[in-house]
């Protein structure tokens, strides 16, 4: 796939609400990010980033840091969720995920910052990459998380995943949920505007979908 230029990528944001109805920006990640990205993993509790990174960690390896503002590198994707906070626009939080257009699936892992937790913006933002996953054409999405992390669990079980063992580590729980593409909704009322321009133009994601 070749990499995405940044005008293209604009369009793809998309605004969320917090469960108090606060507006959440979730666009993709650019390179100005790196370093306010760092930071964002670097203060996220212990526990935190360990739940998100399946294993200790203090912050990204450069290389990661790479792959992570590499958007649509490998098809894999990285988001940002942003809100004004004394008026300048914080990540809040974050997701990566990749799709496999073998297994027509979409992998992906996110998190949201600790003072952010409990506000609906992880629901919120598991619905928009479940959007963006039926935009690809996905059948699919699952992520891997530990099995002690209750948090995660709770939210996907609610969410509708089902859960399985994940191959090969036996610390992991696999969810997972089908994708409904045969679904007719009006492009207005779609989540998220990848998918909202794949169904006014399908050509609109040749851009995305190489
Ligand atoms: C898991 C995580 C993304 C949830 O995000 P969040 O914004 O706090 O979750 P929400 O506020 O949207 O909560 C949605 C549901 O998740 C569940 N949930 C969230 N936090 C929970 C907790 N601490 N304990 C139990 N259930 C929890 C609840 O069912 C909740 O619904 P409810 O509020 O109606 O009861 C967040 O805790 C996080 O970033 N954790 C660290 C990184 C991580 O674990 N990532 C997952 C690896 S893939």
């Given amino acids: 796939m070749s990499r995405l230029r940044f005008d293209d990528l604009r369009q793809y944001s998309d605004v969320l609400r917090s469960r108090h109805g606060q507006a959440v920006t979730v666009r993709f990640v650019e390179p100005r990010d790196a370093e306010a990205l760092q930071n964002y993993f670097r203060a996220l509790s212990t526990r935190s ?29 990285s988001v940002v969720a942003t809100m004004p906070v004394d008026g300048r626009e914080t990540i809040v939080g974050e997701a990566r995920y990749a799709f496999d257009s073998q297994t027509a699936a979409i992998e992906f892992g996110l998190s949201i910052d600790d003072r952010w937790q409990g506000h609906g913006i992880g629901r919120a933002l598991l619905k928009n990459l479940e959007c963006r996953a039926a935009a690809f054409g996905a059948e699919r999405i699952f992520g891997d998380t530990l099995r002690s992390n209750d948090a995660m669990i709770a939210l996907a079980r609610k969410s509708g995943y089902g859960f399985t063992n994940t191959p090969g580590d036996w610390r992991l729980t696999r969810f ?31 851009s995305l979908a190489v």
């Fill in 49 to 77: 980033r360990y739940n998100r990174f399946l294993g200790a960690a203090s912050e990204l390896p450069p290389s990661e840091l790479e792959r992570f503002i590499d958007v649509g590198e490998a098809d894999r994707f």
């Fill in 176 to 206: 997972q949920k089908d994708i409904q593409n045969h679904v007719r909704i009006e492009p207005q009322e779609i989540l998220c505007a990848s998918w909202r321009l794949a169904a006014v133009s399908p050509s609109a994601m040749s």
